[in-house]
Nanobody, 128 residues
Framework: VQLQASGGGWVQPGGSLRLSCEAS????????VGWFRQAPGKERVFVAA????????PYAAGVKGRFTISKDHAKNTVYLQMNRLKPEDTAVYYC??????????????????????WGQGTQVTVSS
């Protein structure tokens, strides 16, 4: 699976951005895509995830209610709509994928080790 992330950029606090992650070369109809982010000097952390076959969509506590993850099966693309952005959202955002025929247990979707494939990352900068 190849992942192409896009949509990052600079935005003022309170603004919005939409990230896209196009997944090509999927073998199975199941599996999941997750978004992670890494701020300068910090570890990569989970943001949100979604499964191609449905189920719950977990979010990190700090983005719940502001970020929304969604998918477009026809385009093999997962989106991360980010609203009411804060300076602390500044990071490189990575999308990651796991290619499976079945649905995964929700609890594993927030673990980086679950994912087999990673995109190149897209920078999001929130500042005035």
């Amino acid at each position: 699976v190849q992942l192409q992330a896009s949509g990052g950029g600079w935005v003022q606090p309170g603004g919005s951005l939409r990230l896209s992650c196009e997944a090509s070369g999927r073998t199975y109809s199941g599996g999941a895509v997750g978004w992670f982010r890494q701020a300068p000097g910090k570890e990569r952390v989970f943001v949100a995830a979604i499964q191609w076959s449905g189920g719950s969509t977990p979010y990190a506590a700090g983005v719940k209610g502001r970020f929304t993850i969604s998918k477009d099966h026809a385009k093999n693309t997962v989106y991360l709509q980010m609203n009411r952005l804060k300076p602390e959202d500044t990071a490189v955002y990575y999308c990651a994928a796991v290619d499976r025929s079945n649905r995964l247990i929700t609890s594993v979707l927030s673990l980086a080790a679950t994912y087999e494939f990673w995109g190149q990352g897209t920078q999001v900068t929130v500042s005035s």
